[in-house]
């Protein structure tokens, strides 16, 4: 099984919907973060949390939220889609050490 | 802030051909550098990486040594199959003085690779 998984793989949405993009892991660590990735950007961070009652926004937090259920989940909000963020979505997870796993990734499309 | 940046591609090559994609990095602190791989379809996963100065990562026949004086980690591969075709991310992070990671990975803008036979 998938150390890093991620709910739905592929979403279809409309301007100003509000959607939920989630992702568990089961390597135990504490660390988690949410990343886009757009062509030629490379992956920019959107929220990372250090542990459950620690979250922290990235470089592009904007029209976005996150919600630390547990140390094996967390899970990315659009309040209200806007067809910009359309991309590729990715979760990984952390030990203090570095090496972050990534999961397979959401694809996004907002119309 | 912290800047990491890749030779522009795509780079596309013949098998058994040698690769080189350069990355140069800017950093406020005492960076460890990354280089990660992401295969069609799939997420990015760790190629291989070095901590300090002088410091020479390999995995799958690949290297890169993390060059402080020029501030930079080339990847290289003396011989690449068509197997490699993937994207390559240069990233840092920055380490704190007890030695663990800040946790935030800076990304370069990736590098397409296709090896044709």
């Known amino acids: 099984d998938a150390d890093v998984t991620q709910t739905p793989r592929n979403r279809i949405t409309k301007t100003g919907k509000r959607i939920m993009l989630e992702c568990s892991q089961t390597?135990?660590?504490?660390?988690m973060y949410w990343y886009r990735q757009d062509p030629g950007l490379g992956l920019r961070l959107i929220y990372y949390?250090?542990?459950?009652?620690?979250?922290n926004k990235g470089e592009i937090s904007d029209g976005y939220s996150v919600s630390r259920q547990a140390q094996a989940k967390f899970s990315l909000s659009l309040e209200s889609a806007i067809p910009n963020q359309t991309a590729l979505y990715f979760c990984?997870?952390?030990?203090?050490?570095?090496?972050?796993?990534f999961g397979p990734g959401t694809r996004l499309l907002v119309l | 802030g912290d800047s990491v940046t890749q030779m522009e591609g795509p780079v596309t090559l013949s098998e058994e051909a040698f690769l080189t994609i350069n990355c140069t990095y800017t950093?406020?602190?005492?960076?460890?550098l990354f280089w990660y791989v992401q295969y069609p379809g799939e997420g990015l996963q760790l190629l291989l990486k070095?901590?300090?100065?002088?410091d020479k990562g390999s995995n799958k026949g690949f290297e890169a040594t993390y060059r402080k004086e020029t501030t930079s980690f080339h990847l290289e591969k003396g011989s690449v199959q068509v197997s490699d075709s993937a994207v390559y991310f240069c990233?840092?992070?920055?380490?704190?003085?007890?030695?663990?990671?800040?946790?935030?990975?800076?990304f370069g803008q990736g590098t397409i690779l296709t090896v044709h036979p």
């Open positions: 390597k135990g660590h504490d660390r």
């Open positions: 950093a406020t602190g005492y960076p460890s």
């Open positions: 990233a840092l992070t920055t380490i704190n003085a007890g030695g663990t990671s800040y946790g935030k990975l800076t």
């Open positions: 990984a997870t952390s030990d203090l050490w570095e090496t972050q796993y």
């Open positions: 949390s250090f542990d459950v009652k620690d979250i």
């Open positions: 070095a901590t300090k100065a002088d």
